[in-house]
């Protein structure tokens, strides 16, 4: 492990800013951080984001779809430039939102070494022949509103406006009213062709979220992702027939829990024969949710990883007949909802090529969503991680070393410099 001294300058540049953002959106229930999409926390981080920029001569504007973008030099479509001609800009940048608990370095790593690599650039005396912007993307999580990559989906049109305004979280508001209420403008949501066309290249650095890096070297402290499995959310709810835990004999019970307790059991058995495949259920809602009553109804989100989209959706195909064949034998009924699903991502082979070889990193596959994945059906993008020692991620043992970091800052700074000139 890398360990660095104690008054290191790029450390203790790099430890002020990470005080700042860590001191946000603290979850003192669950543990770590949770920051939603246009919740108290996220406006604080923009808030700060937006000050830091402006600290480093950058001109930071929001974008219809309430992403935050910082620019060292002007993008063609602010200045109503012929995109056709106009050198593209370069991107970097993450997110600032988490999961509910989630850790700290997850999305806010890659904005703070996205500022720290601009300063890193102006270190080396380097002046974009382009413009760079740093990017801060809206609820990447899907924390709040269930679709992941909100901000970035609405960029590219890989979610309609409409769908996206619709979107509930847990209390019943609208994505719409969240937006309006963070004084943004919903109506303003889409597809953002001109950006889209003004941008010539995208790379978000991220800490690792498993231990892959590791196993392709255990000395990398930074790895070039080479793509994103296919993922998805679904959302399923066992119905039956809510009654009283004592008095109710087995032969009369409906109780929608036996089957959504077989389902969890089912997807992970059927796991067994794909080893690269994984199925999760972190979330259960049942409801009326008393200790003394069999449940009326209960919701199931799965979440499922696996290959290209086919292998998939293939496999939740499996997981929902079984959960309909046990909803069956309990004389319970299933519904089952896709949340979301997004395709397997090749990141640009050239531009993760080149920073492989840049850079000397190993290259990694991941089980992650990143609006890096969003972006690359629109935008040549590639990404690259910083080592996570234990692998831990969307909890608070999420985990990088400093030294690691400062190796994402330098690595980040001499990719972007190759992308600037
Ligand atoms: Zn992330």
Request: charged share 20%.
């Amino acid at each position: 492990m890398n360990q660095l001294p104690p008054n290191d300058p790029a450390g203790q540049r790099f430890a002020a800013l990470w005080a700042e953002v860590s001191s946000v959106g603290r979850d003192r229930r669950r543990g770590g951080y949770s920051r939603h999409g246009f919740d108290d926390a996220d406006r604080q981080l923009r808030e700060w984001f937006t000050e830091q920029a402006g600290r480093r001569g950058l001109d930071v504007e929001t974008d219809g779809n309430g992403n935050l973008w910082a620019w060292w030099g002007t993008p063609a479509w602010a200045r109503n430039a012929d995109a056709a001609t106009a050198l593209p800009a370069v991107v970097t940048g993450s997110h600032l939102d988490s999961v509910p608990g989630g850790g700290a370095f997850d999305g806010p790593l890659g904005v703070v070494s996205a500022l720290l690599a601009v300063d890193e650039l102006r270190l080396r005396r380097l002046r974009p022949a382009r413009p760079l912007g740093i990017a801060c993307f809206v609820e990447e999580e899907g924390g709040r509103f269930g679709l992941p990559c909100l901000g970035s989906r609405l960029l590219t049109g890989a979610v309609s406006p409409d769908a996206a305004r619709r979107l509930q979280d847990r209390d019943g508001v609208s994505a719409a009213d969240a937006a309006a209420a963070a004084g943004m403008d919903p109506l303003r949501w889409g597809r953002d062709e001109a950006r889209l066309a003004g941008i010539g290249s995208f790379v978000e650095l991220h800490v690792e979220q498993g231990r892959l890096l590791h196993s392709a070297d255990p000395d990398a402290a930074v790895g070039v992702a080479d793509g994103i499995v296919a993922h998805g959310r679904w959302r399923l709810t066992f119905t039956g027939e809510g009654n009283h835990a004592g008095t109710t004999v087995v032969a009369d019970r409906r109780d929608p829990m036996i089957p959504a307790a077989a389902t969890v059991l089912a997807a992970r058995r059927l796991l067994a024969d794909r080893p690269s495949a994984v199925a999760t259920v972190g979330r259960l809602q049942v409801n009326p949710g008393g200790s003394n009553v069999i449940a009326s109804s209960v919701d199931l989100w799965l979440d499922v990883r696996y290959g290209a989209t086919g292998d998939t959706t293939a496999l939740v195909d499996e997981i929902t007949l079984l959960a309909r064949q046990e909803a069956d034998l309990e004389g319970c009924q299933v519904l089952e909802r896709r949340e979301s699903l997004s395709d397997d991502v090749v990141f640009d082979p050239g531009l993760s090529a080149v920073a492989a070889e840049q850079l000397s990193a190993p290259v990694v596959p991941t089980g992650a969503g990143h609006d890096a994945g969003i972006l690359a059906a629109e935008i040549p993008s590639a990404m690259l991680f910083v080592r996570n020692p234990s692998g831990i991620s969307h909890a608070p043992g999420e985990f990088a070393e400093t030294a690691d970091c400062l190796a994402g800052v330098q690595a980040l700074a001499d990719v972007l410099a190759g992308l600037i000139r």
